[in-house]
């Protein structure tokens, strides 16, 4: 029987419902309406449609939202500038800087320079830490929405073995320790596989849930998972373009067909794990502001 498909669209939509719940009380009861701003460095187009797409979801929740589009060429100084004005701003909750900067920029320079407070990435070493030992209040957005996955498609995860393909700062490692927490929708037993692992079809055979993020298109293989697992599929890569729309042609990490036939639940590329990544940001975003008007 083909795998049942993990529709994170769906699923996406549902919680923006339950947001939009929240957002209204929020203005109705406390007056206040949460405001995020994205900075964008340069033109790359693949963030330039992240950036785009997380400004329009946060206008239909009703937020206040600023794209603050910066050139190529900024230097490390005038973003770190940029970055506290936006700080010290109080009719600003949320802060997110869309990676990754352009040569010259120290990534971790500028992601150390953002309030914690407004740090709806979660990609402050403070956030980072609080990450690790269980208790944080801002989850970085794809890992948080993996997570959420797992939970409402019906996942068990206490007990589960989970191989995680990837040790990025954004998904890998963040989600490896979320998913080893004492607390629910964790306490999984988790194997990190990265680049330098020797057998990496060995540890994925052996997961019943396997978490992509491998950043190589059609990665894994229909053998190389164990046949009833749960695979999530971090992976969006543009393989091609359409001829007739001229829209850019995606594929996963996983081989899609080929893990159709083993999995019993599998998350498409689009419409699986992209839209919740947005989803938990507007969810971070609402939490900043609470943070913010001292309702945390
Ligand atoms: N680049 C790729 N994913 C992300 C993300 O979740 N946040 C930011 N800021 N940049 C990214």
């Known amino acids: 029987m083909p795998a049942e498909l ?28 949460p405001a995020l701003v994205t900075i964008l460095v340069g ?33 490390e100084a005038d973003l770190l500038e940029l ?9 600003i909750h949320g802060i997110l800087v869309q990676l990754p900067l352009p040569k010259g920029i120290d990534e971790t320079k500028i992601l150390y320079a953002i309030n914690p407070d407004k740090d709806v990435d979660g990609f402050h070493p403070v956030n980072v830490g609080k990450l690790m030992i269980g208790t944080a209040v801002f989850l970085p957005c794809t890992p948080a929405g993996i997570q959420e996955l797992l939970i409402r498609s019906g996942t068990e995860t206490s007990g589960a073995e989970v191989c995680v393909v990837g040790r990025s700062n954004i998904v890998g490692k963040p989600i490896t320790n979320m998913l080893l927490q004492k607390a629910p ?28 993020a491998a950043g190589v298109p059609k990665y894994v293989k229909g053998d190389w998972i164990k046949p009833g697992a749960v695979v999530i599929d971090v992976g969006v890569n543009r393989i091609g373009k359409s001829e007739k729309t001229g829209k850019a042609i995606l594929a996963g990490d996983v081989d899609f067909d080929e893990a159709m036939e083993v999995a019993s639940k599998i998350t498409p590329v689009p419409g699986g794990v992209g839209p919740m990544t947005i989803t938990m940001l507007m969810k971070n975003t609402v939490k900043a502001a609470k943070l913010g008007a001292g309702l945390l």
Do not use: C, M, W
């Open 6 to 33: 993990i529709k994170g669209a769906e699923v996406a939509k549902l919680i923006r419902e339950e947001l939009k719940t929240e957002v209204d009380e929020l203005r109705d009861k406390h007056g206040i309406t």
């Open 43 to 75: 033109e790359n187009p693949a963030s330039l449609s992240y950036v785009t797409a997380k400004n329009k979801t946060a206008h239909e929740l009703g937020f206040h939202s600023t794209q603050d589009n910066q050139p190529e060429d900024i230097s």
């Open 83 to 91: 970055v506290d004005k936006y700080n010290n701003d109080p009719q």
């Open 185 to 212: 929708g964790a306490n999984a037993t988790v194997t990190l596989v990265h680049t330098r692992t020797k057998d990496v079809p060995a540890h994925t055979r052996a997961a019943d849930i396997l978490i992509v």
